[in-house]
């Protein structure tokens, strides 16, 4: 397991833009993919982006395609996703997560998710 820690969230307004980062412990960091769930209020959690272990292929949901952007760092263990022209529906709390027990797979799956972070709260208003 790895420990996951959010920060970058915070209130904003609809066309504005954010940057998450997570920042994640222990030395397995650059063997496994790693990603970005949401979820908001009466609504399952749902994966808006996933990164492969070497950065060399994503992911997104088509909610966020063209919006969003998720890149790592393997020499600093940290993963960064900037949110451009935000919308009030991307109001959600937003969980980094690391698919730790597949190691130099691509993870694409929600359920292939399998530690992580506390979460922080992305508030977009109209």
């Known amino acids: 397991q790895v420990r996951l820690v959010e920060s970058g969230g915070g209130l904003v307004q609809a066309g504005d833009s954010l940057r998450l980062s997570c920042a994640a412990s222990?030395?397995?960091?650059?063997?496994?993919?790693m990603g970005w769930a949401r979820q908001a209020p009466g609504k399952e959690r749902e994966l808006v982006a996933a990164i492969n272990w070497i950065g060399s292929s994503t992911y997104y949901a088509d909610s966020v395609k063209g919006r969003f952007t998720l890149s790592r760092d393997n020499t600093k263990n940290m993963v960064y996703l900037v949110m451009n022209s935000l919308k009030p529906e991307d109001t959600a709390v937003y969980y980094c997560?690391?698919?730790?027990?597949?190691?130099?797979?691509?993870?694409?799956?929600?359920?292939?998710?399998?530690?992580w972070g506390q979460g922080t709260q992305v508030t977009v208003s109209a």
């Open positions: 997560a690391a698919a730790v027990s597949r190691p130099f797979k691509d993870s694409i799956n929600i359920y292939e998710f399998d530690s």
């Open positions: 222990g030395r397995t960091f650059s063997t496994h993919s």
